[in-house]
């Protein structure tokens, strides 16, 4: 079966450090998004993309960045963790405007 | 950009009973999808349902577009749909791009 997968599923970090989430799905998806989730926010689109070589910032890119060389992957790196990055980090996909599927989740903790 | 507004914010509710979740939001959408997060924080996909109605056992949902609102009905709660339900959008001009409601945390009580 088609999934979408996260790893790791929990990271602490230390101030400072760059961290990179992984995010790797399986539907052949063209359209790949990270969000974070955060008490008394819900979840907040960090970046996405639409296609390899296409990434685009949503609404809290500040501080994070993302690649796309292949279908499958959407690379989310801290380049220098602070502890305002604390959070659940959840990555998406969808075909087009259709259903977006979501991944297990990564909790990241920043000391 | 396009708010999203649920309510109630809480419900609590005794094993049997029947509720009604609601999402409102501010212009014309592509994409509605109502959420379930689980107490492990999972997000599992309810529906996807810009307009119309759809059933799924003893979930359903109405999207009533024209109006810009959408409702979750739960019938005969059970524990294990104690969690979060979010309603997210994606509006006309955030192509693909899901825009989240704060959600509606859910108890059911044995």
């Known amino acids: 079966d088609a999934e979408i997968t996260q790893s790791p599923r929990h990271k602490i970090t230390e101030t400072g450090r760059q961290v990179t989430l992984a995010c790797h799905q399986t539907w052949n998806h063209n359209n790949m998004f990270w969000y974070r989730q955060d008490l008394g926010h819900g979840l907040r689109l960090i970046h996405y993309?639409?296609?390899?070589?296409?990434?685009n910032k949503g609404e809290v890119s500040d501080g994070y960045s993302v690649s796309r060389s292949n279908t499958e992957d959407l690379p989310l790196t801290l380049e220098s963790a602070a502890s305002s990055q604390t959070s659940v980090y959840f990555c998406?996909?969808?075909?087009?405007?259709?259903?977006?599927?979501f991944g297990p989740g990564t909790r990241l903790t920043v000391l | 950009g396009i708010q999203v507004e649920q309510s109630p914010p809480d419900l609590i509710l005794q094993e049997g009973a029947n509720s009604t979740l609601r999402c409102n939001f501010s212009?014309?959408?592509?994409?509605l999808q109502w959420f379930h997060q689980n107490p492990w924080g999972q997000l599992i996909n309810l529906f996807y349902?810009?307009?119309g109605t759809k059933q799924n056992g003893r979930l359903s949902a109405t999207t009533v577009a024209t109006e810009r609102y959408s409702l979750l009905y739960i019938s005969s709660s059970q524990t294990t749909d104690s969690g979060v339900y979010f309603c997210a959008v994606v509006s006309g001009t955030s192509y693909g791009k899901l825009t989240f409601g704060q959600g509606t945390i859910l108890t059911v009580h044995p």
């Open positions: 349902i810009p307009s």
């Open positions: 212009d014309s959408v592509n994409n």
């Open positions: 998406a996909s969808s075909e087009g405007g259709d259903t977006q599927y």
């Open positions: 993309s639409y296609g390899v070589q296409d990434t």
